[in-house]
């Protein structure tokens, strides 16, 4: 069975620091790789996602996530936050395209001034 | 991507009653899925709604509780059933695929804030 890790619960930053919020999955077979961000009080909006292709993927707002399949590891990363940020953030895997998402635990991203 | 709205966007209700969410997208799509999402908790697949026909469940789901409808390819209803308040959460429709191509990427709706006391 397919299962994902988000392995930071919270993560505080300062603005403009850089940021990584860490997601690992498992699976026996290839899977499909979405991040999602929820605002307070919202659904969720799609950040980026890895079909296939280069492993080095870019978002909205400035995220970008990268691939890797030896470490099972599909990590997002910002170079400079900013407070708009603040939010909660979701890693998914998929085993087929359009079929059923496997969440993460989700983590809080806190950006302070 | 598709413009996705839920109705209602909140509701309080009493334990014993139940309440019916709607799912409504601007275009059509070949794939439409309901979430819940607990307090504190990420989300959690109830059911894919196929249209024209019974919904499919996920382990720990059941019809009798959340029964689904899935009239056409635009719209779809979750009803939470026999409420308690366990059942307090978000519930969320998400999309795949306009008709007609690969489903390749889920769109969620705003969600559904439902609280039962």
């Known amino acids: 069975a397919q299962s994902v890790t988000q392995l930071d619960s919270q993560v505080p930053v300062f603005e403009e620091a850089p940021v990584e919020l860490r997601c690992n999955y498992s699976s026996s077979v290839s899977v499909y790789l979405f991040w999602y961000v929820q605002y307070p009080n919202q659904g969720l909006q799609l950040l980026l996602k890895?079909?296939?292709?280069?492993?080095l993927v870019k978002g909205i707002n400035g995220f970008e996530a990268e691939f890797n399949k030896s470490q099972t590891s599909f990590h997002l990363r910002k170079p400079s936050v900013h407070i708009s940020d603040t939010a909660e953030y979701f890693c998914a895997v998929t085993l087929n395209q359009g079929g059923k998402l496997i969440f993460g635990q989700g983590t809080e991203l806190s950006v302070k001034p | 991507s598709a413009v996705i709205s839920q109705k209602p966007s909140r509701d309080i209700c009493q334990r014993g009653t139940s309440l019916t969410i709607q799912c409504q997208v601007d275009s059509q799509v070949t794939m439409m899925f309901w979430y819940r999402q607990q307090p504190g908790q990420s989300l959690t697949l109830i059911a894919t709604?196929?249209?024209?026909?019974?919904?499919?469940?996920e382990s720990g789901f059941v019809i009798d509780k959340f029964p689904i409808s899935r009239p056409n390819l635009t719209f779809s209803t979750l009803t939470v059933s026999n409420m308690s308040p366990e059942d307090s959460s978000i519930y969320l429709c998400s999309v795949g695929g306009r008709a007609g191509t690969p489903p390749d990427t889920q769109y969620f709706g705003p969600g559904t804030r439902l609280t039962v006391l």
């Open positions: 890895y079909l296939s292709g280069s492993t």
């Open positions: 709604a196929n249209q024209g026909s019974e919904a499919t469940y």
